[in-house]
């Protein structure tokens, strides 16, 4: 069950749950309990029951509401037990508003305001004037272009690759199916690169573009090195992580 967020943490206890972990990597961050059904189910609905009414203020059935998919699509009621209403939640849309920056200097904090909103702490230039994004066994860098209204993105994913051909054919083709970035090859690199073009500036395109790049580097960097060989981004020069 969810977290819900100090409210009578030691009643969740009483109730027979489980202690969060700290972190995802150490276990559940969630309340949570092992359960053996159906003979534990007396106790099971007992302990939700209580749950609902003591840490959430759910004083009956008919005022739980629900959302989500189910694996043919979105709930519907009539698959849904005890009467239970399914609420379609409507997200908030996103900002479209278009800024035409006066130059690299204000371009640089409409972007540094950008990823901010993905990271959630202050976007910082480090010394080439880039704001790193530290994601998986890489960085994703956003970098202002001087001389143009222009974002780019880049993060190292491999190096010590040797030019083959073989290695140009595997990056046209895994090319072909990314959704954001291009991978390149250049004095024994890989690259994944993405570059925005900002007149006007929208923010919600480079927080988009920053995402799909983070996750387009975590999801490729071991699969390309498992292909091509090499070494990952954050392991030293002498072999070590």
Same mark, same amino acid.
């Given at each position: 069950?969810?977290?819900?967020?100090c409210r009578a943490p030691t009643r969740l206890l009483e109730l027979g749950w489980q202690q969060p972990a700290?972190?995802?990597?150490?276990?559940?961050?969630?309340?949570?309990?092992?359960?053996?059904?159906?003979?534990?189910?007396?106790?099971?609905?007992?302990?939700?029951?209580?749950?609902?009414?003591?840490?959430?203020?759910? =004083?009956?059935?008919?005022?739980?509401?629900?959302?989500?998919?189910?694996?043919?699509?979105?709930?519907?009621?009539?698959? *849904?037990?005890?009467? *239970? =209403?399914?609420?379609? !939640?409507?997200?908030?849309?996103?900002? %479209?508003?278009?800024?035409?920056?006066?130059?690299?200097?204000? #371009?640089?904090?409409?972007?540094?305001? %950008?990823?901010?909103?993905?990271?959630?702490?202050?976007? !910082?230039?480090? %010394?080439?004037?880039?704001?790193?994004?530290?994601?998986?066994?890489?960085?994703?860098?956003?970098?202002?272009?001087?001389?143009? =209204?222009?974002? @780019?993105?880049?993060?190292?994913?491999?190096?010590?690759?040797?030019? @083959?051909?073989?290695?140009?054919?595997? #990056?046209?083709?895994?090319?072909?199916?990314?959704?954001?970035?291009?991978?390149? /090859? /250049?004095?024994?690199?890989?690259?994944?690169? /993405?570059? *925005?073009? $900002?007149?006007?500036?929208?923010?919600?395109?480079?927080?988009? %573009?920053?995402?799909?790049? $983070?996750?387009?580097? !975590?999801?490729?960097?071991?699969?390309?090195?498992?292909?091509?060989?090499?070494?990952?981004? $954050?392991?030293?020069?002498?072999?070590?992580?």
């Open positions: 069950m969810s977290d819900p967020s700290a972190s995802m990597s150490e276990g559940t961050t969630n309340y949570w309990n092992d359960e053996q059904l159906p003979e534990d189910g007396g106790a099971v609905a007992e302990r939700l029951v209580a749950t609902l009414r003591d840490i959430y203020g759910v =004083p009956e059935p008919t005022f739980l509401v629900t959302s989500g998919f189910a694996d043919t699509g979105p709930y519907d009621e009539t698959d *849904l037990p005890f009467g *239970l =209403p399914v609420v379609q !939640e409507q997200p908030e849309p996103p900002d %479209a508003s278009a800024i035409v920056a006066a130059g690299p200097d204000e #371009l640089r904090d409409l972007a540094a305001a %950008a990823v901010q909103a993905v990271i959630g702490q202050e976007a !910082e230039f480090d %010394a080439d004037g880039d704001i790193p994004v530290p994601v998986g066994n890489t960085v994703v860098y956003v970098r202002v272009d001087e001389d143009a =209204p222009r974002i @780019k993105m880049f993060a190292l994913l491999l190096h010590d690759v040797p030019w @083959k051909p073989r290695v140009g054919h595997a #990056l046209n083709a895994t090319n072909g199916r990314l959704g954001y970035g291009l991978l390149t /090859h /250049h004095d024994r690199h890989v690259v994944l690169s /993405h570059q *925005l073009w $900002c007149r006007p500036f929208v923010a919600e395109h480079l927080t988009q %573009a920053v995402v799909g790049m $983070c996750r387009t580097a !975590e999801d490729l960097d071991e699969q390309l090195q498992q292909q091509l060989g090499g070494r990952l981004a $954050c392991e030293r020069q002498d072999g070590a992580a």
